[in-house]
């Protein structure tokens, strides 16, 4: 591509390249597979949040033994920073 930015229907053709399906009926898109696009990742994540799209954190798995506590309780205190962004059915038609 040029130097421009994007068009809509560029950054729409990305999403839907990343996008995988879920069980909802909706897509989901790895933070990091849009990360690894380059520069562009604000107007991605703008386009994912226009379109119903939303940021999801890791769900805390919970653990067993004898530090599963203090494990799980620093799992709790990281950012609030989405691991992957999920669109609602027919978000990309």
């Given at each position: 591509?040029?130097?421009?930015?994007?068009?809509?229907?560029?950054?729409?053709?990305?999403?839907?390249?990343?996008?995988?399906?879920?069980?909802?009926?909706?897509?989901?898109?790895?933070?990091?597979?849009?990360?690894?696009?380059g520069?562009?990742?604000?107007?991605i994540?703008?386009?994912?949040?226009?379109?119903?799209?939303?940021?999801?954190?890791?769900?805390?798995?919970?653990?067993?033994?004898?530090?599963?506590?203090r494990?799980?309780?620093?799992?709790?205190?990281?950012?609030?920073?989405?691991?992957?962004?999920?669109?609602?059915?027919g978000?990309?038609?």
């Amino acid at each position: 591509m040029d130097d421009e930015a994007p068009d809509d229907s560029a950054i729409q053709a990305t999403v839907a390249r990343l996008a995988r399906p879920i069980r909802t009926g909706g897509h989901a898109i790895q933070r990091a597979a849009i990360l690894a696009e380059g520069p562009d990742f604000g107007r991605i994540e703008a386009w994912i949040l226009e379109h119903g799209g939303a940021g999801e954190n890791s769900a805390v798995a919970a653990g067993g033994g004898l530090h599963a506590d203090r494990i799980n309780a620093n799992r709790r205190s990281t950012s609030a920073t989405p691991v992957r962004y999920v669109l609602p059915p027919g978000a990309l038609q």
